[in-house]
């Protein structure tokens, strides 16, 4: 089966960074976009960033991510990362990524068909 494994979440002070990593087992992310989305407690799941499977093309939610975070991925790893920097505590989430079913990011929390198990990421002083 194919599935997606998030790594990389921890307890940062506030202005801290992190870099999220997500890799797959069962098949190669390659050919895939792929999205990180992040859920906080008492809110709905929220998109965050996508990448194309080439990188060519890269989207970020801007009243989230503000500048300050960046979505990379080496394929030749078979890793996509989201590197985040200038951490608020209003970045405390469970971070998730997920595969699409396609080559390009498209919509948002649509045609994603696989989601890993989440990593927790806490701001806090």
């Known amino acids: 089966q194919f599935q997606l494994v998030e790594s990389g979440g921890a307890l940062v002070q506030p202005g801290g960074s992190l870099q999220l990593s997500c890799t797959s087992s069962?098949?190669?992310?390659?050919?895939?976009?792929v999205a990180w989305f992040r859920k906080a407690p008492g809110k709905r799941r929220a998109p965050v960033a996508c990448?194309?499977?080439?990188?060519?093309?890269?989207?970020y939610v801007d009243s989230i991510v503000k500048g300050r975070f960046t979505i990379s991925r080496d394929n030749a790893k078979n890793m996509v990362y989201l590197q985040m920097d200038s951490l608020k505590p209003e970045d405390t989430a469970v971070y998730y990524c997920?595969?699409?079913?396609?080559?390009?990011?498209?919509?948002?929390?649509?045609?994603?068909?696989?989601w890993g198990q989440g990593t927790q990421v806490t701001v806090s002083s």
């Open positions: 997920a595969k699409k079913q396609y080559s390009m990011c498209g919509p948002w929390d649509v045609d994603f068909d696989t």
């Open positions: 069962g098949g190669t992310l390659a050919p895939y976009a």
């Open positions: 990448i194309s499977d080439s990188s060519l093309t890269k989207k």
